[in-house]
């Protein structure tokens, strides 16, 4: 097929994707495997290439994602079950002050969406949002969008969340360097786009915040005693991070000469190791805020289930996610596309960007 007629194939799948999820309602999962076989049987794949490219694909991806996705949601659970979600919040505001509510919030944002998912996030801290509005008499977009963008900005920059962890596994990169860079590009994109942003057109559109139920008790007046330690908090969630960090720079050490191979460093590099940081971080969740905090096992072991149910589908439409990618390779789709981007000169990042944004707002879904 010619180049022209293989980057139709895939225009066409794309908009079918959108089309079988948007429009029919079929599941991402499903809609995924259905149009990576239709491409590949379109570009003149064989029957059984088609079959291995889906094992290939799946196989391929979630060898690494699996792992990190399952214990960052057991991880993230628990905090969020526990109260230390709310706890880092509440702490952050108190830090800040009201003045500054707008930047609690989003550095709240930003640190939340490390061990939790987005949703969860917005869901612990818009109450939040809504009683700062009210006290203050300020539209609802002043707190809001601060603390979107800190959700948003980690969610697709910085692991374990799903997105970051599949870019670190396909383009082959250490996930050190995602967080590191991750930390370094989105700490002020989510300024730009939060605290400063949400100040302008909070001046331009007033929101104000929905009525509430009198007998309701708002979240902001819950005894800050109650929850667990704002320290505890903060350690947890970085000690994953600073591990895998740690493991990233024994690795450039290394190829570099700067330290001689010991057991101590091999030691260092096992335990940064992605999977053993988090599983690390997941047990020490569990006994300091579980067990200390007078959770029974039983109930510890149900915050893990409950975790593991969305993780999995999120697993599996990444995984799908490998199988289309796996498929646009192996029928040469991809090596065609990007000679007809070197014959247009047309910057890959821009047109990353542009597909980005349009699955975005398409789709809806950031993962």
């Given at each position: 097929m010619s180049t022209i007629e293989l980057f139709s194939v895939t225009l066409i799948s794309v908009l079918l994707l959108f089309l079988f999820v948007l429009r029919f309602k079929i599941h991402a999962f499903i809609s995924l495997l259905l149009i990576s076989i239709l491409v590949g049987l379109s570009t003149g794949m064989h029957f059984e290439d088609v079959i291995n490219s889906i094992q290939e694909g799946m196989g391929g991806i979630l060898g690494f994602i699996a792992v990190v996705v399952g214990l960052g949601a057991i991880f993230g659970e628990i905090l969020q079950d526990t109260g230390g979600v709310e706890a880092l919040a509440k702490s952050m505001l108190k830090k800040f002050g009201e003045n500054k509510s707008s930047w609690a919030l989003m550095t709240?944002?930003?640190?939340?969406?490390?061990?939790?998912?987005?949703?969860?996030?917005?869901?612990?801290?818009?109450?939040?949002?809504?009683?700062?509005?009210?006290k203050t008499g300020k539209s609802v977009l002043f707190y809001a969008i601060p603390m979107m963008a800190g959700l948003a900005v980690t969610h697709a920059f910085i692991p374990p969340t799903p997105g970051p962890i599949a870019v670190a596994q396909i383009i082959d990169v250490p996930l050190g360097w995602i967080i590191l860079f991750g930390f370094i590009i989105g700490f002020p994109?989510?300024?730009?786009?939060?605290?400063?942003?949400?100040?302008?057109?909070?001046?331009?559109?007033?929101?104000?915040?929905?009525?509430?139920?009198?007998?309701?008790?708002?979240?902001?007046?819950?005894?800050h005693e109650d929850l667990p330690s704002f320290r505890w908090v903060i350690f947890l969630i970085g000690l994953p991070l600073v591990l895998i960090l740690a493991r990233t720079f024994v690795d450039l050490s290394y190829d570099e000469e700067w330290i001689g191979q010991s057991m101590f460093w091999d030691a260092l590099k096992f335990v940064g190791h992605p999977f053993i940081a988090l599983l690390i971080a997941t047990l020490l969740a569990g006994y300091i805020m579980g067990v200390?905090?007078?959770?029974?096992?039983?109930?510890?072991?149900?915050?893990?289930?409950?975790?593991?149910?969305?993780?999995?589908?999120?697993?599996?439409?990444?995984?799908?996610?490998?199988?289309?990618?796996?498929?646009?390779?192996?029928?040469?789709?991809?090596?065609?596309?990007?000679?007809?981007?070197?014959?247009?000169?047309?910057?890959?990042?821009?047109?990353?960007?542009?597909?980005?944004?349009?699955?975005?707002?398409?789709?809806?879904?950031?993962?």
């Open positions: 709240s944002g930003f640190l939340i969406a490390i061990p939790v998912f987005f949703e969860v996030g917005f869901i612990i801290l818009v109450p939040i949002v809504f009683a700062l509005s009210r994109t989510a300024i730009v786009a939060g605290p400063v942003f949400g100040k302008y057109i909070s001046k331009k559109i007033v929101l104000h915040p929905p009525e509430i139920d009198p007998d309701l008790k708002d979240i902001t007046e819950k005894n200390r905090q007078g959770y029974r096992p039983a109930q510890i072991m149900r915050i893990a289930n409950a975790a593991l149910a969305p993780a999995g589908l999120i697993i599996l439409v990444t995984g799908a996610g490998g199988v289309f990618k796996q498929i646009l390779v192996d029928s040469g789709v991809g090596e065609s596309l990007a000679a007809l981007l070197t014959e247009y000169n047309i910057s890959p990042v821009i047109l990353a960007y542009i597909i980005a944004i349009v699955v975005r707002v398409t789709q809806g879904s950031a993962t």
